[in-house]
C-alpha cells in the first residue's frame, strides 16, 4: 500500500507530495508494524537515516513524523530546504511522513500535516546546524540526529 509523504528532492525548488510503498502486515503488533520503503524514493546508492521527530504547534500539541534522508556531500544546497531555514545548507534529499500512535506511519491530512511537517523539517535543520557547529568546535565526526522529542 502506497502512504502519502512529503519529498526534498536534492534537485527541486519546491516540496512535492509522493506516495511511499508501504509494507504492511495483514495484522500489524508491536513486533510486527507497517514499514516504509525510503528506498523506493530516495535509491540506494546512499545510506539512508530515520529520525523520528516530534513537533509542538501553536498550541503545544505533540506532533510526531519520520523524517528519512540522505546526504550528498558532492551536490549543492537543498534549495527547497533552504527556504525552510536559509542558513542551514544541508546537502541530500528528505522525506518526511506522519507517525502515527499505533503505526509507525499514517497518510498526511491535509495543509496542516504538510505545515506541520514542515515544522518537524524546520527543528530537525536546527538539529543538524546545532551538531555541526559542535563538531567544528571539536572537530569529530558528526552525530545526526535519530529521535528528537
Known amino acids: ?20 510503498a508501504t509494507t504492511i502486515p495483514d495484522v500489524e503488533t508491536p513486533l510486527a508494524k507497517r514499514f516504509p520503503s525510503f528506498e523506493s524514493i530516495l535509491g540506494t546508492r546512499s545510506v539512508i537515516h530515520e529520525c523520528l521527530v516530534t513537533f509542538l504547534d ?19 544546497p537543498n534549495r527547497a530546504l533552504l527556504k525552510i531555514l536559509p542558513n542551514v545548507d544541508f546537502c541530500g534529499e528528505l ?11 499514517v497518510g498526511m ?19 543538524v546546524a546545532k551538531r555541526r557547529a559542535r563538531r567544528r568546535r ?11 522529542v
Not at 96 to 102: F, L, W
Not at 109 to 127: H, N, P, S, W, Y
Open 1 to 20: 500500500r502506497n502512504i502519502p509523504g512529503i519529498y526534498y528532492r536534492a534537485t527541486s525548488e519546491e516540496p512535492i507530495s509522493i506516495q511511499v
Open 58 to 76: 501553536t498550541s503545544g500539541q505533540p506532533h510526531r513524523f519520520l523524517l528519512a534522508y540522505q546526504e550528498h556531500p558532492d551536490h549543492p
Open 95 to 105: 522525506v518526511v511522513m506522519r507517525a502515527g500512535k499505533r503505526s509507525l506511519v
Open 109 to 127: 491530512k491535509g495543509k496542516k500535516d504538510m505545515r506541520l511537517a514542515e515544522g518537524a523539517v524546520r527543528r530537525f535543520l536546527l538539529e
Open 138 to 148: 571539536v572537530n569529530r565526526v558528526p552525530e545526526l540526529p535519530d529521535i528528537l
